[in-house]
Antibody, heavy 121, light 106 residues
Framework: QVQLQQSGPGLVKPSQTLSLTCAISGDSVSSNYAAWNWIRQSPSRGLEWLGRTYYRSKWYKDYAVSVKSRISINPDTSKNQFSLQLNSVTPEDTAVYYC???????????WGQGTMVTVSS | DIHMTQSPSSLSASVGDRVTITCRASQSIASYFNWYQQKPGKAPELLIYAASSLQSGVPSRFSGTESGTDFTLTISSLQPEDFATYYCQQSYSSPFTFGQGTKLEI
């Protein structure tokens, strides 16, 4: 049974970096069929896909244009997890952040529990 | 980006009712289309993938159809646990966009 467990702070100061980690159990971050995603949800933006990383003989990363200059998603094969870093945050980045697996039939079938991140001084 | 327009934004219904939620894509997405259910304080859960395939463990009262760029989620007989918010999502191309949601209320 695949599970995703998120960790990271719930409060970040403006201009600082938001960092979250998603630990994978029951699957591998190096899977040749899955992709590992970050999605956020806020009342103003709804559900917003932020980006993904996946392995197909080499590592790929793909980011939403809205955050492309500020985001980094990285796999950690030694710990079987992946991370999100979002730089230079503003109150607009306040949201619930989810990690999710996109499977071989192109759907987000497994989600983390969500982390409410507030950007405030 | 592919825009997903979902309707209605909210819907009132009763236990036992048949309800339909629709979603329109701004361009052709073939069958790269999914439906999710979200309950308060929880992550979304996959209901239907590839427009009409039922995710494992999802009751058969849920079904999905497609017609061109129009997609429909039908719940044949509402149960108390079905009152939630439903989202559509396209997986055709990045960025993978969601509809704005339909809140199904009693």
């Amino acid at each position: 049974q695949v599970q995703l467990q998120q960790s990271g702070p719930g409060l970040v100061k403006p201009s600082q970096t938001l960092s979250l980690t998603c630990a994978i159990s029951g699957d591998s971050v190096s899977s040749n069929y899955a992709a590992w995603n970050w999605i956020r949800q806020s009342p103003s933006r709804g559900l917003e896909w932020l980006g993904r990383t996946y392995y197909r003989s080499k590592w790929y990363k793909d980011y939403a244009v809205s955050v492309k200059s500020r985001i980094s998603i990285n796999p950690d094969t030694s710990k079987n997890q992946f991370s999100l870093q979002l730089n230079s945050v503003t109150p607009e980045d306040t949201a619930v952040y989810y990690c999710a697996r996109r499977n071989d039939y192109e759907a987000f079938d497994i989600w983390g529990q969500g982390t409410m991140v507030t950007v405030s001084s | 980006d592919i825009h997903m327009t979902q309707s209605p934004s909210s819907l009132s219904a009763s236990v036992g009712d048949r309800v339909t939620i629709t979603c329109r894509a701004s361009q052709s997405i073939a069958s790269y289309f999914n439906w999710y259910q979200q309950k308060p304080g929880k992550a979304p859960e996959l209901l239907i993938y590839a427009a009409s395939s039922l995710q494992s463990g999802v009751p058969s009262r849920f079904s999905g159809t497609e017609s061109g760029t129009d997609f429909t989620l039908t719940i044949s007989s509402l149960q108390p646990e079905d009152f939630a918010t439903y989202y559509c999502q396209q997986s055709y191309s990045s960025p993978f966009t969601f509809g704005q949601g339909t809140k199904l209320e009693i």
